[in-house]
């Protein structure tokens, strides 16, 4: 149910708001990846030409080493595609293994960490 509330153009406005302070600049684009791998959700600019990051959203109970890093895959794809770093947004709705939780960071958006991305996103939140 989460995964198809966020496809609401007025959730859409409040997720862009909080990532990249802009409201009115994605549509949802085709979560499939060239590999056949699928992303819960992906945010697209309505112009490919702007500067614009693409957005993954990922919903998952448990984060650990394993999805890291099949969110890290899930970026390059999107950097194969976009030709931009995304930005990764993960919502965690149990639990954050203690390895992953010691590598985040505070965030700049109220109730997230960011995780140290190393080049395969724009910014990574958790």
Not at 40 to 68: A, G, R, T
Request: charge should be neutral; aromatic fraction near 8%; proline fraction near 4%.
């Amino acid at each position: 149910m989460a995964k198809s509330v966020t496809r609401n153009s007025s959730v859409i406005k409040i997720i862009t708001s909080a990532l990249i302070n802009s409201t009115d600049d994605y549509i949802v684009a085709d979560s499939e990846w060239s590999n056949g791998c699928r992303s819960d959700l992906v945010l697209e600019p309505k112009s490919l030409s702007s500067d614009l990051s693409p957005i993954i959203i990922e919903f998952q109970q448990s984060v650990n080493n394993v999805f890291m890093k099949r969110a890290t895959e899930y970026a390059l794809q999107a950097f194969k595609r976009y030709q931009v770093d995304p930005i990764v947004l993960i919502i965690c709705m149990n639990n954050v293994s203690s390895d992953i939780e010691s590598l985040t960071t505070p965030s700049n958006i109220l109730g997230c960490r960011s995780y140290p991305s190393h080049n395969w996103a724009r910014n990574g939140n958790v």
